[in-house]
């Protein structure tokens, strides 16, 4: 197991390990200086709630569990219990049993990432709440925070970036790239 890198952020700092010393294995954690690309490498499967691990686990043909509902959820390349039984009953019994995915549900993969990372470009500063993300170790500014969300709110919507981008996104041959290539 492994904490979530941005466990300081939202306060669960140490809840794992706690949780682990309980069951007495906190020697299954994972120390924080571990990096993603060596769980990548190393290991045939991993089971998250819903971080970027799984797209990469996906993208490398790998099955991902998952324990909540995540947008990338629901497209058919991640194992999904449909409740809290299924889900134990999985961990316990099956996990490392879970088949590499097939070359459909890695393509289908592809097209969620590039409809999330390029085409919808979710990851600039300006696209998020308040106008600044949040990064381990960087000091975030409520007062900036503030601002910047009332100063956005006199904005005209169709001025908004998002809303050009989305705009741009519909009137393109694009808006049908998660469907898949029947699609009419």
Known sequence: MKEHPSADIYNEKGIINKLLKKLDCEQCLLSDDVHSLTI??????????????????????????????????????????????????????????????????REMCNRVIYHDFVLLNNYEDDLELGGQRVYLGRKFSYDNFYKTVISYNSVVLKEQKVYGMLEDFFNSDDKLLLRGSDAE
């Open 40 to 105: 990548l490498n190393e290991l045939d499967v991993v089971v998250t709630c819903g971080g970027t691990i799984g797209l990469e686990f996906v993208y490398k043909g790998k099955p991902v569990v998952l324990g909540a509902r995540p947008p990338y959820s629901r497209f058919g390349f991640t194992t999904e219990p449909d409740g809290v039984f299924e889900y134990e009953n999985l961990l316990a019994t099956g996990v490392e049993h879970l088949p590499l995915l097939s070359s459909a549900q």
